[in-house]
């Protein structure tokens, strides 16, 4: 099973300002997902991010806002531009090894934004 | 759109209890379904992953069926103990684009 560091665990950001969260894992995977959670709420997916071309997002979320890098098979960031309170969330990546197969997930980044 | 639906939305029993988790889900034109638990500051850990021609599989004292026709799963974990006690979600792979669907999730608490 893959393992996945996500870093920061948390984070605390004025109003405006970015973010980038990392996502490691410990092998390679074609296929990175971001996500993220509201409180009180379900995951939702941000966007697809595979290696080699440009990430896909899903829709209400757009690259200006959350702009991905994946620059090889275990390295990927996700960036929350511009923050606003709105944006106070649990942000998860996850790696799938093959298609239809379990989803491994990092430990996610909390953050809050004042 | 898929929608994935959790009952109840939370749960306290006493150690020993068997515990019934219920997920159901809008479109049965599923891949599979997973069920996930989550840990405060964890992440999501994988429980068991039932493929869509399956109607159940079984992980120790956890059990999950599936009956894809009626858009439903459950989760029955046996003889709670206070160490189950954490949030978890069922999640549905669609079949036409494999992105997951989440369910909001049923937070457990198991009293010792």
């Known amino acids: 099973s893959a393992v996945i560091s996500q870093k920061p665990s948390r984070d605390i950001c004025q109003r405006g300002t970015s973010l980038t969260i990392q996502c490691q894992v410990d092998s390679q995977v074609t296929m990175m997902f971001w996500y993220r959670q509201q409180p009180g709420q379900s995951l939702t997916l941000i966007a697809t991010a595979n290696q080699g071309s440009e990430a896909t997002y899903e829709s209400g979320f757009v690259i200006d806002k959350f702009p991905i890098s994946r620059p090889n098979l275990t390295f990927s960031t996700l960036t929350v531009s511009n923050m606003s309170p709105e944006d106070s969330s649990i942000y998860l990546c996850?790696?799938?090894?093959?298609?239809?197969?379990?989803?491994?997930f990092g430990a996610g980044t909390r953050l809050s934004v004042l | 759109k898929q929608e994935v639906t959790q009952i109840p939305a939370a749960l306290s029993v006493p150690e020993g209890e068997n515990l019934v988790l219920n997920c159901s889900f809008t479109?049965?034109?599923?891949?599979?379904l997973q069920w996930f638990r989550q840990d405060p500051g964890k992440g999501l850990t994988s429980l068991l992953l039932?493929?869509?021609?399956?109607r159940e599989q079984t992980s120790g004292r956890l059990n999950a069926s599936l009956d894809k026709s009626s858009g439903r799963s459950t989760l029955y974990i046996a003889a709670s103990q206070p160490g189950d006690s954490a949030t978890y979600l069922c999640?549905?792979?669609?079949?036409?684009?494999?992105?997951?669907?989440f369910g909001a999730g049923t937070t457990v608490t198991v009293r010792a």
């Open positions: 996850s790696v799938e090894e093959d298609r239809g197969d379990i989803q491994y």
């Open positions: 999640a549905v792979l669609r079949s036409n684009d494999y992105k997951l669907s």
């Open positions: 479109d049965s034109a599923i891949y599979n």
């Open positions: 039932i493929q869509s021609s399956q």
